[in-house]
Each structure stands twice: as structure tokens, then as C-alpha cells.
Nanobody, 120 residues
Framework: VQLQASGGGLVQAGDSLRLSCAAA????????VSWFRQAPGKEREFVAA????????FYASSVKGRFTISRDGAKNTVYLQMNTLIPEDTAVYYC??????????????WGQGTQVTVSS
């Protein structure tokens, strides 16, 4: 199983970015897929998730209304559209996947991370 995260970059506050998580070895429509992030000196935190089969989505309160997670089954890819970025969004962003009905704190599959830097 491979998850390939991409799309990060250096942007200014107020800008937008779209992150991609391309999967190989699993079908993303059959898995829960989440985005997490880790800022320097901080613990990794949950950002957004999309459930298997149905498009139920969940967001951290800090990004709700600004970020949108979506899934393209044909491309086997999950996206994170990030709008109105703020400096506090600066972090390495990781995508992760787990099978349904497995513990919500156990994510066996991880992408390699993509850096997002937001300047003020």
C-alpha cells in the first residue's frame, strides 16, 4: 500500500492550496481517509476525514469552513482543498487510511507528508 501526498508549497495568508493523496494498493472509496498535520514543536493533529463509501466528512474546528476534503474514486485520490490559509496552518500535512470498523486511533497507512508554509 502506498499513499502519495503532494501539493504543498509556500503561499501567503489568504491564498489557497489543494493537497492530493494518491493511493496505490487500496481503493480509497473502501477506506476511511484522513488528513493530519504536524507543525514544528507540536504534536500531530487531525485535520479532516472522509468515510468509506459514503461522503460523510469531518473537520477539526480550526479548519471547518475553510478546508474541504473530497474523494475521486476514478483517480483513487483524496483531496484537501485549503482556502483562506493563515500562518497557523503551516505544517507538514499527512494523509492516512484505515479500514472501516477498525480503531479510530489506528491508521496503518500513511503518506510521506507535504509541507505547507503560509507567510503573513
Amino acid at each position: 500500500v502506498q499513499l502519495q501526498a503532494s501539493g504543498g508549497g509556500l503561499v501567503q495568508a489568504g491564498d489557497s492550496l489543494r493537497l492530493s493523496c494518491a493511493a496505490a494498493g487500496i481503493t480509497v472509496s473502501n477506506y476511511h481517509v484522513s488528513w493530519f498535520r504536524q507543525a514544528p514543536g507540536k504534536e500531530r493533529e487531525f485535520v479532516a476525514a472522509v468515510r468509506d463509501r459514503v461522503d460523510s466528512t469531518f473537520y477539526a474546528s480550526s479548519v471547518k469552513g475553510r478546508f474541504t476534503i473530497s474523494r475521486d474514486g476514478a483517480k483513487n485520490t483524496v483531496y484537501l482543498q485549503m482556502n483562506t490559509l493563515i500562518p497557523e496552518d503551516t505544517a507538514v500535512y499527512y494523509c492516512a487510511a484505515r479500514r472501516p470498523f477498525t480503531p479510530s486511533d489506528k491508521w496503518p497507512y500513511w503518506g510521506q507528508g507535504t509541507q505547507v508554509t503560509v507567510s503573513s
